[in-house]
C-alpha cells in the first residue's frame, strides 16, 4: 500500500490551460515537498510546506497544504511547454527520518 | 547544475559483472542516500547515510553494496544483478536530517541508468 497518493497518473493539457494535481494520504505529515523530474534528469525540488492551510507561490505554480497536513495539491496556471515533467509529492513523517514519495504525475503540455 | 554529480551515466552490465556506481555531492550536506526509480513506480529508497553512518537499509538485496566514506561520497557496489535490477539509480543529499520538518529535503544527482542483461 502507497502511503501517498497521486492524481491524476498522466495529464495532457493544451498550453495557455490551467492544471491541478493532487497529492492525498491518510497519514499525517509533518512536511510535504514537491519536485518535477525531466527525462534523463533527477527530481528537482520546487517547494516544501510545513504549515496545515499553508499556500507557497512559485510564480505560475501555487503549492497548497491541508489543513490537516495529510494532503496537498500543486496548480499550474498558464501552463507553457516548459512546465512538463513527472511531478512528484514527498511526505517526511515526524522521527521517521525519510521520506515517502507518491508515484507521480506526468504532465504534458502541448504547444 | 543541482550540486550532486553521478557517474557513469549509463551502465550496461552483465549478470556476472561487478561494477560500481559514484555519487558525490558538492553542497556541504551531511546526508546521503541511494534511490531506485523503476518504470511506473515510486521512488524506492534504499539506502540512507548521515554522517557517514549508515542509518537505514530499506530490506535491499546484498547484490547492492552501499558504501560511503566521507560526508561528500557514496558508492553503490553491484555484483551478480538480475534483469529486473535494470532502473533509474538515483543518488540524493540533504543538509542535516534531523527530525525537524522540512530538514529532509532532497537534491538530486541525474541518476545512471543501469541496463543488466
Known amino acids: 500500500t502507497q502511503l501517498l497518493e497521486q492524481s491524476p497518473q498522466f495529464l495532457s493539457i493544451q498550453e495557455g490551460e490551467n492544471l491541478t494535481v493532487y497529492c492525498n494520504s491518510s497519514?499525517?505529515?509533518?512536511?510535504l515537498q514537491w519536485y518535477r523530474q525531466e527525462p534523463g534528469e533527477g527530481p528537482v525540488l520546487l517547494v516544501t510546506?510545513?504549515?496545515?492551510?499553508e499556500v507557497k507561490k512559485l510564480k505560475r505554480l501555487t503549492f497548497q497544504f491541508g489543513d490537516a497536513r495529510k494532503d496537498s495539491s500543486l496548480h499550474i496556471t498558464a501552463a507553457q511547454p516548459g512546465d512538463t515533467g513527472l511531478y512528484l509529492c514527498a511526505g517526511e513523517k515526524t522521527n521517521d527520518y525519510k521520506l515517502s514519495f507518491g508515484a507521480g504525475t506526468t504532465v504534458t503540455v502541448r504547444a | 547544475e543541482t550540486g550532486v554529480t553521478q557517474t557513469p551515466r549509463h551502465l550496461v552490465m552483465g549478470m556476472t559483472n561487478k561494477k560500481s556506481l559514484k555519487c558525490e555531492q558538492h553542497?556541504?550536506?551531511?546526508?546521503m542516500y541511494w534511490y531506485k526509480q523503476s518504470a511506473k513506480k515510486p521512488l524506492e529508497l534504499m539506502f540512507v547515510?548521515?554522517?557517514?553512518?549508515?542509518?537505514e537499509n530499506n530490506s535491499v538485496p546484498s547484490r547492492f553494496s552501499p558504501e560511503c566514506p566521507n560526508s561528500s561520497h557514496l558508492f553503490l557496489h553491484l555484483h551478480t544483478l538480475q534483469p529486473e535490477d535494470s532502473a533509474l539509480y538515483l543518488c540524493?543529499?540533504?543538509?542535516?536530517?534531523?527530525?525537524?520538518?522540512?530538514?529532509?529535503?532532497?537534491?538530486f544527482g541525474p541518476g545512471t541508468r543501469l541496463t543488466v542483461t
Open positions: 540524493a543529499s540533504s543538509q542535516d536530517p534531523n527530525g525537524l520538518a522540512g530538514s529532509y529535503e532532497q537534491y
Open positions: 497519514s499525517v505529515f509533518s512536511s
Open positions: 547515510y548521515n554522517f557517514k553512518e549508515q542509518t
Open positions: 510546506v510545513v504549515t496545515g492551510g
Open positions: 553542497l556541504g550536506h551531511n546526508a
